[in-house]
């Protein structure tokens, strides 16, 4: 089975810093992977997704996450933090042709002034 | 545009009473899911419908029931509700399943 483990429930960084969220999951074969974001009282979007087509996959506002295999992980990270990006950042994974995603606990991310 | 609908938004319920949860979406999506969110436990599938006329059971299926009326709507039961299912309903939906899924704001569900 699928598992997905996200390193750190809470994340509190200044504004203009580096905002790194640390996935790892566990996997016999490749997997799809994503990372979701859920804004207060929202449901979650879609931040970018790895489909194999390459390690670095850039998404929506400024994040990117690099797939490592070797690692079996999937980091997301944006340069400068800003205070929009405050919310609850899910990592998430499936096999190919499996319609269960796994997401993990998720990470809340606070953003100071 | 509304995407993902779901009513209601808030409900309390007492142990052993019942109620279904609604969810429509109107981009012509082929497969739709139920997840809950429990703090620090991420979202669990409930059950999803790959396509009209499919169910299938997820992670933590045990006290619900789903019912794929149409391609647009799927709805969610709870027979008899329990404290344990005191949670925040998701439904989703997607075209297909290397698509990505698209979200509704929820269902705030509380059982006393």
């Known amino acids: 089975a699928q598992s997905v483990t996200q390193l750190g429930s809470h994340v509190s960084v200044s504004e203009g810093a580096l905002v790194l969220l640390r996935c790892n999951y566990s996997?016999?074969?490749?997997?799809?992977l994503f990372w979701y974001v859920q804004y207060p009282n929202q449901g979650l979007q879609l931040l970018l997704k790895?489909?194999?087509?390459?390690?670095l996959v850039k998404g929506i506002n400024g994040f990117e996450a690099e797939f490592k295999k070797s690692e079996t992980s999937f980091h997301l990270t944006k340069p400068s933090a800003h205070m929009s990006d405050a919310a609850e950042y899910f990592c998430?994974?499936?096999?190919?042709?499996?319609?269960?995603?796994?997401f993990g606990a998720g990470t809340t991310v606070t953003v100071r002034a | 545009n509304a995407g993902v609908t779901q009513t209601p938004k808030f409900q309390v319920l007492k142990t052993g009473q019942s109620m279904t949860l609604q969810c429509a979406q109107d981009?012509?999506?082929?497969?739709m899911y139920w997840y809950r969110q429990d703090p620090g436990m991420g979202l669990r599938l409930i059950y999803y419908s790959a396509s009209e006329g499919t169910t299938d059971k997820g992670e933590v299926p045990n006290g619900y029931n789903v019912s794929r009326l149409n391609k647009r709507e799927f709805s969610l039961r709870l027979e008899s509700a329990a404290p344990s299912q005191t949670s925040v309903y998701f439904c989703a939906s997607n075209l297909g399943v290397s698509e990505k899924l698209f979200f509704g704001s929820g269902t705030q569900l509380s059982v006393l």
């Open positions: 996997s016999s074969v490749p997997p799809y």
């Open positions: 790895y489909t194999s087509a390459a390690t």
């Open positions: 998430a994974v499936r096999r190919d042709n499996d319609y269960k995603l796994s």
């Open positions: 981009m012509n999506h082929n497969s």
